[in-house]
């Protein structure tokens, strides 16, 4: 979950930019924080099932769902990093060419 918060400080720092204003232009964000919603409550429900299934009750029941919503939440995590890199990649080019100086001939 440490990441995610590191995520959306980065999207955060993105706000002002054109890349993210175009982004936000297409309505994306809505679906970028429903992703990002549903990452925090599935890897919350992961962690807390992983609990039940070291008892010695729950475990056998629990199990699968664990391994589910492992492989749900690292899919979703990678969906959401390749969102924030897409954006960061748009933003830097972006201020390169803002920056880049005439060159001289």
Same mark, same amino acid.
Do not use: D
């Given at each position: ?14 706000? *002002?930019?054109?890349? %993210?204003? #175009?982004?936000? &232009? ?8 429903? +992703?990002?919603?549903? $990452? ?9 099932? *992983?609990?039940?299934? %070291?008892? #010695?009750?729950? &475990? ?8 589910? +919503?492992?492989?749900? $939440? ?32």
């Amino acid at each position: 979950m440490g990441f995610l918060a590191a995520i959306i400080t980065i999207l955060f720092g993105l706000a *002002s930019s054109k890349a %993210f204003a #175009r982004y936000k &232009g297409h309505r994306y964000h809505h679906v970028f924080f429903s +992703l990002y919603y549903l $990452s925090l409550l599935c890897l919350g429900s992961t962690a807390a099932i *992983s609990l039940g299934v %070291f008892s #010695r009750h729950h &475990g056998r029941l629990l199990f699968p769902w664990m391994i589910m +919503l492992a492989t749900s $939440s690292f899919v979703q995590v990678v969906v959401v990093t390749w969102i924030i890199v897409s954006q960061l990649h748009k933003y830097f080019n972006e201020t390169s060419r803002s920056h880049a100086s005439p060159s001289a001939s």
